[in-house]
Each structure stands twice: as C-alpha cells, then as structure tokens.
C-alpha cells in the first residue's frame, strides 16, 4: 500500500469517520458532571477512545481503556474494509492498572497507513465483546523522500481552565487533527495534578467561564487515584478522543504531573498537601502516567521504567525525549561550580551523548521538556530550569549542559534542534558561542510553543551564558490569560524528503502561522 498524502484521501475519512462514531459512545459531560454514563450490558465498554504512541517503521504500541476487567484485542489491517486483518492479543485489563492496558504491534510495513481496531472481550467469555473502537496512523517511512511532518506542545488543563463546554471543549485539537501530522509530541505538563478546577470562573471583562468539573479536579492530587483521575478528565473532551484517534503521540513530561517545580528529595511546605513527601507523589503520578499514555520505555522489559527514550522516524528523524525531572538536584539559586548532576543527571547524560552520537538520521531534534536559555523561577531565589540569570560562565546546571554542547560540537553531529514548551508562550531563539559567555559549542536554534489549554504568561528574561538571541516572542502582558481570551499555541515542524530542509511553523489557533524558519541538513550548527 503506498504511502498517503498529507491531506486525507476519501478512503481515510471514512475510517475515521467510522473511528468517531464509536468514540463517541463518551459524549463531553455537562459542567459539574462528574463521570460519563457506561453501559451495563455486561459487555466491556472502550468509551474512552483509543491512543496510539512512540510509532517508528515497523511498530507502535496501542492503548484502551475498559469500564470492567476486560481481555484487549487489537486488529490492524491496510484497509479500512478489514480484510486480510491481523489479531493481536493484548493483555487482560483490570483493577491494578485502572483498567488501561497497551498491546505493542512489530512488523507493521515501513511509510504505510495501518488502520485497527480495539476490542474488548469478558475475561470468562471471549465471545462477548463490546463495542470495537477505530483508529488509524502512519507509520514511519523508510524513504527520506517521504519526508515528515508533526505537531508539538504542551501545557493542558492549567491554571484552571478546563474543558469549557460553551467554547467547545479543546477545539485546538480538532485544528490540529485537520492539518493531518505523522504523530504529535507533547512537551510535559499533560496535567496539572496541583491545580483545582473549579465549575466557573470570572474573567476580567466580566465573562464567566464555566469548567466541567470532576471529583478528582476538586483538590490537588496526592492518592493514586487522583492521580488517575487527573489523567481521565482530559479524555472527557471528544477532540481530544478524536485527535487520539487519528494522531499517535510521543509523550514526555514536566512538573505539573505531579507538583509545580518538584524535585527529588523534596519535602513540600504547602497545607494542600498532607503527603508532604515529593517522591512519594511522583511514584504515584509515574504509575498513572504509564497506565495512560503508550509509552515504550515504561511498558514491558524491553526498555524498563523511564520516560527518556529515542523514538526513530525514518531516515530524517530521531527524536530525542528528555526527562529534566526524574533525575535533577534541588532546585537552588545555582551558582555552584561544580555540579555532576544538573537537570538531566549523570546516567542520563551519559546515553544522550551515546545516543546523539550513534545516530544517522538527519535531523536530531531534542525534546526537551525545559527551555535552555528562558530564566524560569522558583522562588525568589531559586531557579526552575537551567538558566539562572548570570550571564557569565556557566554555573550550577549550565554546566551540564556546556558539556553537552561541547561534546556535540566536538563530536560533529549535524542537525541537532531543540523543542520545549513549558513557559505559555511561544518563541525561537539562536544560541552562537560570538554573542556567549561559554564559547565551545556549534550554533543551535530553540523553539518554544504552549500552551495548549492553559493560561498563558509573559515573556521570560534571557540569560546571555549561551549567548541567546531571541528573534520572535509572542506573549501577553499579564499572567494568566485565559483560553477565551487568547489563541491557543502549538508548533510544526516539516522535514522536506527530497532537499532535507527543515521548516519550523509556530502556530496559533485559528491557522495562523506566526513565525517560519528553514533549517539546512547537514551542518554541526546552523
């Protein structure tokens, strides 16, 4: 089957039309609902939609969740008719896992679309069965000249706003399911487990802004059933299922998975909270992050526990996941000379480098779930990211990351970009050591989008240690503005298969493109 179009032929919008109706089954709830309605039939119910994440040239991983203990079976197939399918028996669902359970595909055909089908049977009955639930995605190309193109952001359901049903629910989903990408990168900050969503809101110029509100939404989550809570409620909204349905997924995470700016070891100082033990939280919030998303690296043996990963596209892309959580020292004012574990940590470090320096692809684009350059604050002397706001040598985490610098300009790999989301607006700026402090790197460029569903904030001081230039920002005046008032962000990145070029697009929604840059393949920087 050859590789599709960008746009979507006849074939493929009727299977997703079909894909539709059946996750449609979980209508988006009336405000103050606190859960959809299954049915009760006695047959296993997937209303939550399907996802499908970390797809490469010959396999993928598939994610369901049942309303009951449930057998997962998955069916793919080159035609939306089904026929010729293959079955794949997934694993048994039930209380330990929420009821979310994933089925990796191998040996799928490289550049093909792969249409499937999810269905749940009695775990004491396989003839009874629910509902099967539609997807379909792409897999990736084993020819350059096929090119690749997907979306990236983050930042969902922050600073209170939530699923607003007057304005449609998450309607930038819907925008960017349209524009058809090969897979979507989700920067962290998926959920915001220590934010509240209240059943409405006063804006500014009077409107009332009104949220679909659940029992877990009511407090900050510190129970792994909060947790897992917190996960659901984005999965009420139908764009969103829609999108899941149709788009695959490379998920990393930040903070608000578990707390605002944690990190290890951290004992917290907040009433909210009556777990006071940070760790405790995040291994909770880890559970649920792996019970909700198709993660590779947290699924099975073959990568462990650990959300850092590479996710190979073809011959243009590899697409290096960060974690800048797992593995940081306490946020500090981070003037110290001398610091071996930085944000990335040591062992993390270790594999990027191997992992930079092994790969062949094109383009090494960085998926970073933290700006490099952006002062982000914790405090009133701490910092949250790696720039600290001295312009000077490197200090504190900024060592790592000179060192990661030198080592890729050292070691000449071409064609490395670094993605984030994470400060709720959107920029690009170009790192040159003739503008720096530090001087031993290769030129680079960082672009930053999000968010998603979320306030969005005003811009962040540069720090000059890597000699940041900032040529596009946009970003309000005051914090917190809401979705109604302001557009949502994302960005695109399009990898063109015959010249190599890579263009960055910073999108917001309601299709404008907001800043272009075109990259050169081939070069250490650019």
């Known amino acids: 089957m050859p590789y599709r179009p960008r746009t979507p032929s006849p074939d493929r919008r009727t299977v997703l039309r079909g894909s539709l109706v059946a996750t449609a089954a979980l209508t988006l709830p009336v405000a103050g609902a606190a859960a959809p309605a299954f049915a009760r039939s006695g047959r296993p119910d997937a209303a ?85 639930v539609y997807g379909t995605f792409r897999t990736a190309p084993a020819r350059r000249r096929d090119g690749v193109r997907f979306l990236w952001s983050g930042d969902i359901a922050g600073q209170g706003w939530g699923i607003n049903p007057d304005i449609g629910g998450y309607r930038v989903y819907d925008e960017m399911r349209r524009l058809d990408p090969d897979f979507f990168l989700c920067s962290g900050d998926n959920i915001y487990a220590d934010g509240v969503i209240e059943p409405s809101v006063t804006l500014p110029d009077g409107r009332v802004w009104h949220n679909v509100t659940t029992q877990e939404k009511a407090k900050v989550a510190e129970t ?77 043996s073959a990568g462990g526990d650990r959300v850092h990963r590479v996710v190979r596209h073809g011959p243009l892309l590899d ?54 350059g952006l002062v982000v604050a914790d405090g009133a002397t701490d910092f949250e990211a790696v720039a600290q706001g001295d312009p000077g040598a490197p200090l504190g985490r900024e060592l790592q990351i000179a060192g990661l610098l030198r080592f890729i300009k050292h070691h000449r790999i071409t064609g490395t970009v670094w993605l984030t989301a994470d400060v709720h607006y959107t920029s690009a700026q170009h790192y040159a050591p003739e503008r720096a402090a530090f001087k031993d790197f290769a030129p680079f460029w960082e ?16 720090d000059g240690t890597f000699g940041p230039d900032q040529v596009f920002v946009q970003a309000p005046d005051r914090a917190n503005v809401s979705p109604m008032e302001t557009p ?23 299709g404008s493109v907001l800043f272009s840059k075109v990259l050169q393949p081939g070069r250490v920087g650019q």
Do not use: C
């Open 48 to 132: 939550w939609g399907v996802q499908v994440g970390d797809v490469t040239s010959s396999s993928a991983l598939v994610w369901v969740r049942s309303d009951r203990p449930a057998r997962m079976v998955v069916e793919t197939s080159a035609t939306e008719s089904f026929r010729r399918a293959r079955t794949w028996h997934g694993p048994l669902l039930g209380a330990g896992t929420d009821f979310t359970g994933t089925t990796p595909l191998y040996g799928l055909p490289p550049g093909e679309q792969v249409h499937y089908r999810v269905t749940l049977a009695a775990p004491d009955d396989p003839r009874r069965t629910g509902e099967p």
């Open 224 to 300: 792994l059933a909060e947790y897992r809570g917190n996960f659901r409620y984005n999965l009420l909204d139908d764009n969103l299922r829609r999108f899941n349905a149709q788009v695959p997924s490379v998920v990393q995470w930040d903070d608000h998975e578990v707390r605002n700016n944690w990190y290890p070891g951290q004992i917290l100082d907040d009433a909210r909270y009556s777990e006071k033990n940070v760790d405790v939280l995040a291994a909770r919030s880890t559970q649920a992050f792996g019970e909700y998303f198709p993660v590779s690296t947290l699924h099975g």
């Open 447 to 462: 672009f930053v989008t999000g968010p998603l569903a979320a306030g969005q904030f005003p811009s962040n001081a540069l």
């Open 319 to 372: 697409l290096f996941v960060l974690d800048m959580r797992t593995f940081r020292n306490a946020n500090s004012p981070g003037r110290q000379p001398d610091d071996a574990t930085g944000i990335l940590g040591a062992e993390q470090l270790a594999w990027l480098e191997r992992e930079l320096s092994r790969s062949r692809a094109v383009w090494k684009v960085i998926a970073a779930d933290m700006p490099l």
């Open 488 to 510: 949502a962000l994302f960005g695109e990145v399009d990898i063109d298969g015959d010249s190599g070029e890579l263009t960055v697009r910073l999108r917001e929604q309601g």
